[in-house]
């Protein structure tokens, strides 16, 4: 399925062999010694192939598939066409990753510089690192191990990244240290100067950013996204936060472990993300305010003030969920009322 | 008018040529043999300058224009000031596009890449192909006849580019493949990993992102945007779309013919966009919908559900413009009311 | 405390140096000889270390402080903690400003074109100026006096640069001439085609955009924003505004002195701001409208009609404030008591 120009496939696989992949006492009904030649979406898989069911929306789908093999859930195990063999897992989607990771582990790219590439001579880059072509290490950084620095990549002064780490496309660090094993997409900006000033009609006048990103380990960051440095204490990103395309956060802000920033949502400068918050698209966090841990806000949505622990937030300002659609329905409804009277 | 550091005029024309040039048999009252210089906007433009009427707002601007041409509906002809020649079209704006283009067809460059680039050597470029400095086109991929690459831009490995089309300066394409004469504007990212992994406190887990972005011919596709690449099926651009600055195309969007995305808007993962949709600036579709053929979502508003053909939407969730602004009337009237009480 | 990697610290200062830089008549409350080594935020701050008060909210945070020295507005004086040196301005952060700035003034670069950088026969660059590695300047650009391209920046064709502004990392240029003293971000592009096109179902139709950006001086462009150029007439920045990162400004837009956009807000094509606007982050201005001089705009507000003189507008479509919030508090109101009633 996957275009053999982009992916490279690692296949096949027995079934006994991806079940023990899929980890988590996954088990197998039907037949183990299966051969699997590749992964396939639900319903374009055939013969050889391994798909997944992880929503109950697409259970019909599930039944209609032709997949040779299918990771699922254990209620769903009765719902399996004739003949499919399966993977039982009590995390399917996570199964999958893992299936499909051993299937197309990423393509190996060849260790050193690129003969357009722009080292300076008082870096250091790992022996197994890629640079680029045309990427830029400046004075004084230090690129890790197994590092990838994409066409176009630059790492600016001074600056730590880590092993394993892959900076994409014409991406920027500057003022910045970055963790092990992260992912910053193409285009993103870390490090730049944050948005301090002080205003008057006289002229606004520039506060200096003294203070750096901190990224943790097993982050990722999107496309053209931007996360600017702080103006004296640091802007923090913990571990394993991932952070979509086009997100926005502001100088100081602090970002606790595992949240989770969808696609153009931005964060205001010097607030503060407990753990494992996650932030829908084109959501809001105003600044100098604390969202507590396990926070949700639904896209489109505006936090202004502090939240309590797992929060589910919606609107603008943000109320509790059950509240905001309380008050659609009423608005809804004063509306129509309104309507038959006149 | 144009500055011409940035622009080439290829003029003079003649009003009758003009008037073939603009289309649609476009007809001509007044000087025919008159020869135009440049175009200029109506409010500006002096002897010898053609310019358009294509916004009723702007009658009063026109009535007191002194372009010595202007292209104009037949509903106007009556409210020209004396001595001014009018090409009359059916369509002006589209008649002054066409005629600007005469005047502006787009600076000629010399094919070749140039000496800074980097093109791998299991690459194809078209030998009228433009690659430009320190531009990159990675092993394999595929450059037709007449691309232009800008400066910094990136075709990644194994990706094809149809003929004509434009890649802005430091724009990437990943995992992707572009018809014909598109226009991939400066700072685009197409092709990057879509947003997809297995949620959980113990790690979040990467699931391989799989699929491809396959975008159409004559699709125009905005600054600094960014669209990722499909989970397993293929992120689809369709014929004809045109994607202004700063848009998020989430993995899976599948996008018809046509479709108009205007600025800062974004589009959540697997959803469906029948053809011709229109989205104004910031707005936003949730995953995993569709929206029929024809509808037009407001600047600011975002659809959570599957719409109707046509639908004309306003709002958080948006619901039919008319019911909206039933609504923000209403509550702006229950709450003056209110005020009077208290 | 700012890291040395990033920053070099020109320090030590005097007290009375620093209240001299200080400006606005700044006195001295307490040992005016003190040597101090650093800036830093107000509850890290220890021995040697100059600090600000600028936001009463912190006050408590100001009375613990260990800083040796602080700056503060007259009305705070008394509530120093015992030994702290204060220098008391009426403009506590922009005395502050001023002083990190004479501690911290930015780093010296090495003028000069770096190797790897193109920079075309026919444009001129000062000799000053800085064009970092794989940098281009295109034909017939012209770069002023102390100017800094940053890794990867590109000067199009024909535009020009004024002194001292700095373009930073993988930062274009097109169809665009900047003042002086302008800071230009990492990956923003300005002078991109502007979104104008004939929309038909028989295919839309592109309008060429034969404006520039005309950017004034002192003027700071964020991370990856985009600024069009005009479609005839210009897209112009006046002096002195502050743009944000991923702010979208559309063609033909005018906006006069010292606006700030903040970050993810977005100005339509042909709306004209007047001086000293506010819109705050991810907000809206609508096209072809005026924004009075003086106006703020609320975070994630949008304004779709012409406002006042120093209006304060929140929400979508944006009201006058205090209509806003009155709003809001009957729209929960009401809903708590219909809640009530079931």
Do not use: W
């Not at 599930?62 to 399966?86: H, N, Q, W, Y």
């Not at 299936?99 to 880059?125: L, M, S, W």
């Not at 892959?166 to 970055?178: I, K, M, N």
């Not at 595992?258 to 407990?274: E, I, M, P, Y």
């Amino acid at each position: 399925m996957a275009d053999p120009r982009f992916f490279d496939n690692q296949g096949p696989f027995s079934v006994a062999d991806l079940a023990g992949i899929a980890g988590d006492d996954a088990s197998v009904v039907g037949d183990a010694g299966l051969q699997v030649t590749d992964v396939s979406p639900l319903g374009e898989a055939g013969p050889g192939q391994i798909s997944f069911l992880d929503n109950r929306k697409y259970v019909p789908v599930f039944e209609g598939s032709r997949a040779a093999v299918c990771i699922v859930a254990p209620e769903f195990v009765d719902r399996a066409p004739d003949g499919m063999t399966l993977i039982v897992s009590p995390r399917p989607y996570r199964a999958y990753a893992r299936v499909a990771k051993a299937f197309y582990p990423g393509n190996a790219r060849q260790p050193g510089i690129h003969a357009t590439a722009f080292v300076d001579d008082a870096a250091e880059v790992a022996v197994d690192a890629v640079v680029g072509p045309n990427a830029v290490v400046e004075a004084d950084a230090r690129v890790g191990s197994g590092v990838v620095v994409g066409a176009g990549g630059v790492v600016g002064c001074g600056g730590m990244v880590g092993g394993g780490t892959e900076l994409g496309t014409g991406a920027s660090l500057t003022h910045c240290d970055v963790g092990a094993r992260c992912q910053i997409h193409a285009g993103a900006r870390i490090g730049t100067r944050g948005f301090g000033f002080d205003m008057s009609p006289e002229g606004h006048l520039d506060v200096p950013q003294l203070g750096r990103v901190i990224v943790g380990n097993d982050v990722e960051i999107g496309a053209n996204s931007t996360i600017d440095r702080g103006s004296g204490p640091d802007t923090e990103i913990g571990d394993g936060c991932k952070i979509d395309n086009l997100v926005q956060i502001g100088h100081n802000v602090r970002m606790g472990r595992g949240c989770v920033v969808v696609a153009q949502a931005g964060v205001a400068g010097s607030a503060t993300l407990q753990d494992y918050i996650l932030l829908a698209a084109q959501s809001g966090v105003a600044g100098h305010i604390t969202i507590a841990a396990g926070t949700q806000l639904a896209a489109r949505s505006g936090i202004m003030r502090d939240t309590q622990a797992d929060a589910r937030l919606v609107g603008n300002p943000a109320i509790p969920a059950k509240e905001y659609f309380r008050q659609i329905a009423m608005l809804s409804k004063l509306a129509k009322d309104r309507n038959r009277q006149d």
